[in-house]
Every structure is written in structure tokens, then in C-alpha cells.
């Protein structure tokens, strides 16, 4: 598995697998069937409701615990310093894990941003304590990144950000790239497109024409295209399925090369359409839910 060096000098597969929306009852397995498939990082979140799954497979598994890389997100309802902090026990009690290899705010909550920053400071803490071996964010923009690292003390070692051919957020890949902060991204194989969430414009960017042509030049599908072109862009990927067949597909991409025509060719598919929620209108009234105690 090819790794990334975080800014810190921590490794990081750069490929891992997601879980969200994996239903708690279908999360073992699919973390089961991707450590057996030769995955060595997991990210989840404490919003998503299956840390608990998670861990277990990660116990049962016969690989071993500092081989696998446990990356998970503290919900904005956990905002605060103190708050974080337990944010951080809850999460390390449900997965059982000790330690936490990455540990990243899921979002900024721009209208309350001292909470944002507190939170921040209480990831600080808990590097500068090993109980996490690297600390981040998750759609934090340009104006967001600027304040935080005005604030605190420790660069974030990763931004997870909506990255597919059809939402590309340069500008932000380009303000992590010129501090050190690996973009990460979500929603890799575009899942934000075809989920029924995503409105009017929905529209799968796997059934792109020029994906799929890129596909069958190469013998590939098109979800391992959507992949090498984030790994080639030096990006982290965590795609995420429940089913074997398609976490054996999608870590199934090292043995192809995309060229810097095709790069170019998924490049310009931009569509400038967001799918996640809007980053700067992320509220606690709108969005905020209690985190359950472990
Ligand atoms: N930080 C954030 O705000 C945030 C937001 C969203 C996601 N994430 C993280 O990023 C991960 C990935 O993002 P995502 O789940 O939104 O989208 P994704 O990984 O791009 O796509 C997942 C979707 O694609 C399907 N799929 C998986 N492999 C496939 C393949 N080879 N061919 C065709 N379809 C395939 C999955 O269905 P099946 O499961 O049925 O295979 C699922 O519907 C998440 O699981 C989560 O860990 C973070």
C-alpha cells in the first residue's frame, strides 16, 4: 500500500476505506472484508454512529492494531475545549483504541468560530498528550484555514474535502498544498452525485463519457479511474462500500497510470457544483446532534 507522509512525519495508507452511511449492522463486515483485502485505514466519525463496529473489527482482525491506521472526526455538537476532549474519550472508548492515529474537526462552525478554535486547541492537547498521532480538519475553506492558523499552533496535518471530478475546490487544494496540509478526499468516486440528496443536477460523474472511455482504455472501471486520479494528484482517498466485490475493486488501482492527458481530461470536468452542505452555513441549530456516551 502506498503511504503519504503527513506534515508531521506520520505515515498514512494513502488509500482507505470510508463508512458513511455503512449502517452500523453492515460496518464489521465491510471493515472485516477490506483489512482481509489489504486495507490498513479506516475512517469513520463520531457522527456517523458505528465506531463501535469499527473497532470490533479492527479487534478481531488478525492484523495488527499499529498496522491499521483509525482515522475519526469529532462532531461540531462536540465543539469547545473541554467538550473535545470528551469528544476524544467517547470516540477512543466505542472504537476501544488507546490511541487514535488521526483525529480531525468534520467541520467548521463559522458563526461560532472561538468554539471551532477551542475545539482545535483541544486537538493540540491531546497530540501533545500521544493520545492521537495526527490532527486535521474537514471542509475547512481558505477563509477558515486562514483563521485557525492564525489561532493555534499546529498546522493540520489533513483537510478532508468533497474532491471528484465534478467539484474540484482548487482554491482550497491549493492553499493546503502551500501549508503542508494533505487534502484528503471525500466522496472520491463522486458518491455525492448520484445520492438522492443531491437535487436536480444529479447526475453520476462514474457515468461520465469521458470517464468511462478513460475506463476501457485501460481495462479498468470507472470508480478505479475516479481513484488514480486523486492517488496521481497526491491526494488520500477513502472510498466506501459495504459490498466485497466493489472494497476489492477500489483498492484494486495501483497497477495503472493515468496519463496527463487523461488527468487533464478529468481536470476540466469541473462543474463548480457543491454536494455537501455549504461549509459556511454549517450550524448548530441546522446541524448539531448529541454525540451518545460510549
Ligand atoms: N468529512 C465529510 O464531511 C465527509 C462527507 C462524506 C463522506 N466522507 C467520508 O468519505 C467516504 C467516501 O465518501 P462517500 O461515501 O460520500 O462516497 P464515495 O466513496 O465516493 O462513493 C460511495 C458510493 O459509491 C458506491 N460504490 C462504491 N464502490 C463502487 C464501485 N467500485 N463502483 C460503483 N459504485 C461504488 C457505494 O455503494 P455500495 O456501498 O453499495 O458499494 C456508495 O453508494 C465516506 O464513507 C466517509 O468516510 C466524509
Known amino acids: 500500500m502506498q503511504t503519504l507522509t503527513l506534515n508531521n512525519g506520520v505515515e498514512m495508507p494513502a488509500l482507505g476505506l470510508g463508512v458513511f452511511q455503512t449502517p452500523p449492522d453492515e460496518t464489521r463486515a465491510a471493515v472485516t472484508a477490506a483489512l482481509d483485502l489489504g486495507y490498513r485505514h479506516i475512517d469513520t466519525a463520531a457522527a456517523y454512529g458505528n465506531e463501535h463496529e469499527v473497532g470490533r473489527a479492527i479487534r478481531e482482525s488478525a492484523v495488527p492494531r499499529e498496522e491499521i491506521f483509525v482515522e475519526t472526526k469529532i462532531w461540531i455538537s462536540d465543539y469547545g475545549y473541554d ?12 472504537l476501544r483504541l488507546e490511541h487514535i492515529d488521526l483525529l480531525i474537526l468534520h467541520q467548521a462552525l463559522p458563526s461560532e468560530f472561538d468554539r471551532t478554535i477551542a475545539a482545535y486547541r483541544a486537538l493540540e492537547k491531546l497530540l501533545a498528550d500521544g493520545k492521537v498521532r495526527a490532527i486535521g480538519v474537514s471542509n475547512f475553506m481558505v477563509d477558515h484555514l486562514t483563521k485557525l492558523l492564525d ?8 483537510n478532508q474535502l468533497e474532491i471528484h471530478p465534478y467539484f474540484q475546490q482548487r482554491a482550497v487544494l491549493d492553499f493546503d498544498d502551500a501549508h503542508g496540509i494533505l487534502n ?111
Open 83 to 94: 467538550e473535545t476532549l470528551h469528544g476524544f474519550d467517547k470516540s477512543a472508548a466505542k
Open 151 to 158: 489561532a493555534t499552533t499546529v498546522v493540520p496535518a489533513v
Open 184 to 294: 484528503q478526499a471525500w466522496s472520491p468516486i463522486g458518491g455525492i452525485t448520484f445520492y438522492p440528496g443531491y437535487g436536480e443536477h444529479r447526475r453520476s460523474v462514474l457515468e461520465d463519457p469521458a470517464v468511462t472511455r478513460i475506463a476501457e482504455a485501460h481495462g479498468k472501471s470507472p470508480a478505479q479511474v475516479l481513484l488514480r486520479w486523486g492517488l496521481q494528484q497526491g491526494r488520500s482517498v477513502i472510498p466506501k462500500s459495504t459490498k466485497r466485490h466493489r472494497i476489492a475493486e477500489n483498492i484494486d488501482v495501483f497497477d495503472f497510470e493515468l496519463t496527463a492527458g487523461e488527468l487533464a481530461a478529468l481536470d476540466a470536468l469541473e462543474t463548480g457544483r457543491r454536494g455537501g452542505p455549504e461549509p459556511e452555513a454549517v450550524t448548530l441549530a441546522d446541524f448539531g446532534r448529541a454525540i451518545p456516551e460510549a
